[in-house]
């Protein structure tokens, strides 16, 4: 009994308890390798998921700029459609509302206050702009160059003064271009305050140009004469200071703007007072856009080597190809004003060593020239060509229309006075 006891526990042992173990160690070791299995799906599932967010990533963005590329050209495409009907529409738009704003705030800027005679040449010369008044030269050319105004005009010639050198200066410092031309044919007022006599006045103010101008018939007058910067200032001072006895030679116009009474007209000493001006822009003139069927005029200024017949083989440049010279005008070169006279050989002449020696030189001349014809012309193009050859410097000033009706533009004309006073005004 016992002997068969002991033979099945024999064969319990032998065969239920391996088969026990296996089971087990299957029951034990197959969740920890679910468990694994599920960790590496987990982990094999997470990088799937960044390589799919990472390319999704890419393909957002390149998405995303194909999208900002189409929208934009999509909004260039809706402005230009915009743009192009609101063009072929007549007014009452934005568009036309900004247009009509930027012609408000284009102006054309001149040297004095309103009433000036350079305000009627603005207004001339630049019709759809108003007119923007400078205490000086200077300032009126700075107010271009910074971009307060589209223009300047001012004044560089009259027939009675001659050349208003200043300007001729100003356009040598600053690299500005001529683009236009005008003139007005200067109609001088002697004006007081009101119920003042020609009697009455003891000095009288004025700008020396215009003062010039008016010299015989300030001197049979008998008044003392004082000089300021601008006409129309003049006339202003005496307004608003209220100064009696005291006259003011200016335009129709600043006598009407500042209360003042007309007590003489045309009191210039030659009746053909005519005034040139000169139209200047930041951009210079495009030869392409040069009008065919109209005149125009070449402004340049150059220098030359001291030395005999130095100018006269300048001028010839021109004489020599029929090109008529409108005007010359000489001034001395501010940067170098001094210089040797120097020979053909580049040795000091005969003339120019006892200068040296004697501690005397010669000026050194900067030569302003216009003449008629235009930069697409070959004849000129050649000529410039060869004035440059010659020239230690030369530059083109401009290439603009001429002014074929020289003073015919009176200075009081109705037209330009009904549109300074209806609303066109300097600001």
Not at 84 to 96: E, F
Request: charged share 20%; glycine share 6%; with cysteine.
């Amino acid at each position: 009994m016992n002997f068969g006891l002991f033979y099945v526990f024999g064969l319990l042992v032998k065969y239920i308890l391996p088969f026990f173990g296996t089971m087990q160690t299957y029951l034990y070791q197959r969740p920890l390798g679910v468990a694994n299995n599920a960790v590496n799906n987990e982990n094999k599932v997470v990088s799937l998921r960044k390589a799919c967010h990472v390319s999704n990533k890419k393909s957002s963005l390149k998405k995303n700029v194909l999208s900002s590329k189409l929208s934009t050209a999509a909004a260039v495409e809706n402005k230009a459609n915009i743009t192009s009907k609101t063009s072929d529409k007549p007014s009452k738009s934005k568009s036309s509302s900004a247009s009509k704003d930027f012609k408000v705030t284009s102006k054309a800027a001149y040297q004095g206050v309103p009433g000036a005679y350079s305000e009627v040449a603005a207004s001339k010369s630049c019709p759809s702009l108003v007119p923007l008044p400078c205490d000086r030269f200077e300032d009126a050319f700075m107010a271009l160059i910074q971009g307060k105004c589209d223009r300047a005009v001012l004044p560089v010639e009259n027939s009675l003064g001659g050349s208003i050198y200043p300007v001729y200066d100003l356009m040598m410092k600053h690299n500005l271009y001529i683009v236009g031309e005008t003139s007005i044919s200067i109609n001088h007022c002697l004006v007081a305050l009101p119920g003042t006599k020609k009697s009455d006045l003891e000095r009288v103010m004025s700008h020396p140009q215009a003062l010039s101008q008016c010299d015989g018939y300030l001197k049979r007058l008998g008044v003392h004469r004082e000089e300021v910067d601008d006409t129309a200032g003049a006339a202003q001072t005496i307004a608003s200071e209220h100064l009696k006895n005291v006259g003011a030679v200016c335009s129709r116009r600043a006598a009407e703007l500042y209360g003042l009474d007309i007590l003489d007209e045309g009191i210039q000493d030659n009746r053909d007072n005519v005034t040139r001006f000169v139209v200047l822009s930041r951009d210079a003139p495009q030869v392409a856009q040069q009008d065919p069927s109209k005149l125009y005029k070449t402004s340049v200024v150059f220098s030359l080597q001291p030395g005999p017949g130095k100018l006269s083989l300048a001028l010839s440049i021109f004489s020599f190809r029929n090109i008529d010279l409108t005007m010359i005008v000489s001034r001395p070169m501010r940067s170098n004003p001094i210089v040797q006279m120097i020979s053909e050989q580049g040795q000091l002449t005969a003339a120019g060593a006892r200068a040296a020696a004697e501690g005397r030189h010669s000026f050194n001349y900067l030569f302003y020239v216009d003449f008629i014809g235009s930069t697409k012309d070959r004849k000129i193009v050649n000529a410039l060509r060869d004035l440059e050859e010659i020239a230690p410097y030369m530059k083109i000033l401009g290439a603009y229309p001429y002014d074929t009706e020289l003073g015919v533009t009176r200075s009081d004309d109705p037209t330009i006075a009904k549109s300074l006073f209806n609303g066109k005004a300097s600001e």
